[in-house]
């Protein structure tokens, strides 16, 4: 494995000082917010729009730096920068909290209503007398409500203590699906508008490649190899990724799937006592969860998906379960069975650690070809041996019968 000085650039959150190939969706989004005085009245709301995994949260929170470095030249008070990640939070209650306990660490929103937690969260806004730029990200269709949280930004008067009005300027970026941003378009009930949004497509093989070439630079110091990148961009490119999985893919071929950012120990498992699973299995779930959890039957999906993208057959359905349980039996996800679907029962998984906390092995040479190089064993192509039999557990609704 290569030495890499500079691992911090590969973390999820980095920020590149520039978003290759977006300057036009970048420069798009800022002038609609038009800081530090806009000619609109508030709320001053923009929405970046793409497929997951285009680069959509990377473009708004660069947005947001630009917003802000804006604010800070052209006034003594600077401003606050608030970013969170929607899909890590549990319904609207969730966002709410996370977004309060940045404002004040001990915060427990156990107890509390969310209308409760919003007033608390836009009093203190008003209290620190702060401009403030606000990026929810990964918003995803089914995700949380961010209804009642942007319509109480829309209008805080009501909100705030008796004979205190208004808000310190804010600016409000988010950045989703198109349909998770209609959504929240259409809950802001004509409080405000997101649209138009900023349109971003999937970045062209070029434009991919000068990222991956410039991602592996910064984090080794030196010039990229260029078999390396070549490798990342067509693996790329077979599965139909974008930016987001090129880094991805960049991250564990660099670092591992062991290693983690922030200092830390791993998880409870070591190299050698790995969890035998298909990388397309992996990858359908981090997929299908957006970081909380997933239908069965969309992981069943994404992995028949993924498979064929790397020229291998899709897990049959029983298999797939088994797969799900040794995850289980691990403790990186928890099968849950909910009322819903045709059936009358959804089953679900949820993550109880991130993906890329993993570790987790291709398995043994002879039985199926490795999909993805999620680790030294998957890129010399060893491969999953067989597991032990197991009565499938599926829920109707996930069509596996």
Same mark, same amino acid.
């Given at each position: 494995?290569?030495?890499?000085?500079?691992?911090?650039?590969?973390?999820?959150?980095?920020?590149?000082?520039? &978003?290759?190939?977006?300057?036009?969706?970048?420069?798009?989004?800022?002038?609609?917010?038009?800081?530090?005085?806009?000619?609109?009245?508030?709320?001053?709301?923009?929405?970046?729009?793409?497929?997951?995994?285009?680069?959509?949260?990377?473009?708004?929170?660069?947005?947001?730096?630009?917003?802000?470095?804006?604010?800070?030249?052209?006034?003594?008070?600077?401003?606050?920068? &608030?970013?969170?990640?929607?899909?890590?939070?549990?319904?609207?209650?969730?966002?709410?909290?996370?977004?309060?306990?940045?404002?004040?660490?001990?915060?427990?929103?156990?107890?509390?209503?969310?209308?409760?937690? &919003?007033?608390?969260?836009?009093?203190?806004?008003?209290?620190?007398?702060?401009?403030?730029?606000?990026?929810?990200?990964?918003?995803?269709?089914?995700?949380?409500?961010?209804?009642?949280?942007?319509?109480?930004?829309?209008?805080?008067?009501?909100?705030?203590?008796?004979?205190?009005?208004?808000?310190?300027?804010?600016?409000?970026?988010?950045?989703?699906?198109?349909?998770?941003?209609?959504?929240?378009?259409?809950?802001?009930?004509?409080?405000?508008?997101?649209?138009?949004?900023?349109?971003?497509?999937?970045?062209?093989?070029?434009?991919?490649?000068?990222?991956?070439?410039?991602?592996?630079?910064?984090?080794?110091?030196?010039?990229?190899?260029?078999?390396?990148?070549?490798?990342?961009?067509?693996?790329?490119?077979?599965?139909?990724?974008?930016?987001?999985?090129?880094?991805?893919?960049?991250?564990?071929?660099?670092?591992?799937?062991?290693?983690?950012?922030?200092?830390?120990?791993?998880?409870?498992?070591?190299?050698?006592?790995?969890?035998?699973?298909?990388?397309?299995?992996?990858?359908?779930?981090?997929?299908?969860?957006?970081?909380?959890?997933?239908?069965?039957?969309?992981?069943?999906?994404?992995?028949?998906?993924?498979?064929?993208?790397?020229?291998?057959?899709?897990?049959?359905?029983?298999?797939?379960?088994?797969?799900?349980?040794?995850?289980?039996?691990?403790?990186?996800?928890?099968?849950?069975?909910?009322?819903?679907?045709?059936?009358?029962?959804?089953?679900?998984?949820?993550?109880?650690?991130?993906?890329?906390?993993?570790?987790?092995?291709?398995?043994?040479?002879?039985?199926?070809?490795?999909?993805?190089?999620?680790?030294?064993?998957?890129?010399?192509?060893?491969?999953?041996?067989?597991?032990?039999?197991?009565?499938?557990?599926?829920?109707?609704?996930?069509?596996?019968?």
């Amino acid at each position: 494995m290569l030495a890499v000085p500079h691992a911090e650039v590969l973390a999820r959150d980095w920020l590149p000082p520039v &978003i290759l190939g977006r300057a036009t969706e970048v420069a798009d989004a800022v002038r609609r917010l038009d800081a530090p005085a806009p000619v609109a009245p508030p709320p001053w709301m923009v929405g970046v729009a793409g497929p997951r995994g285009c680069g959509s949260s990377a473009i708004a929170r660069r947005t947001a730096r630009d917003v802000a470095d804006r604010l800070r030249a052209a006034g003594p008070v600077p401003p606050r920068t &608030i970013m969170l990640r929607v899909a890590g939070c549990r319904g609207t209650h969730g966002v709410a909290t996370a977004l309060l306990r940045m404002l004040d660490d001990g915060f427990e929103g156990r107890g509390f209503p969310v209308a409760e937690i &919003i007033a608390g969260f836009l009093r203190r806004v008003r209290r620190d007398a702060r401009p403030v730029v606000m990026v929810l990200d990964d918003v995803y269709a089914g995700g949380p409500s961010l209804g009642p949280i942007l319509r109480a930004v829309a209008d805080p008067d009501r909100f705030l203590p008796e004979g205190e009005f208004g808000l310190p300027p804010f600016w409000t970026v988010l950045a989703g699906t198109p349909e998770a941003l209609g959504r929240c378009d259409a809950e802001l009930a004509g409080r405000g508008a997101i649209a138009p949004f900023v349109p971003v497509a999937p970045a062209p093989a070029r434009a991919l490649r000068q990222i991956v070439d410039d991602r592996v630079a910064r984090a080794l110091g030196r010039p990229s190899p260029p078999e390396l990148v070549d490798r990342i961009v067509a693996s790329t490119a077979a599965e139909g990724g974008g930016s987001v999985r090129a880094i991805d893919l960049v991250r564990r071929a660099l670092l591992g799937p062991e290693y983690r950012l922030d200092g830390r120990p791993r998880s409870v498992r070591h190299r050698g006592d790995s969890v035998t699973v298909e990388p397309s299995v992996v990858r359908a779930i981090e997929e299908a969860a957006h970081g909380v959890e997933a239908v069965v039957g969309d992981v069943r999906r994404l992995e028949a998906r993924f498979a064929r993208a790397n020229g291998t057959s899709p897990l049959p359905p029983t298999t797939l379960w088994r797969r799900i349980v040794r995850l289980e039996q691990a403790g990186y996800v928890r099968r849950e069975v909910r009322p819903g679907g045709v059936g009358g029962t959804r089953s679900l998984v949820r993550l109880m650690a991130p993906v890329d906390e993993w570790v987790v092995s291709s398995g043994a040479p002879g039985t199926r070809r490795a999909c993805d190089p999620w680790d030294g064993g998957a890129a010399r192509g060893e491969v999953p041996a067989a597991w032990p039999p197991a009565r499938p557990e599926w829920s109707s609704d996930d069509g596996a019968g």
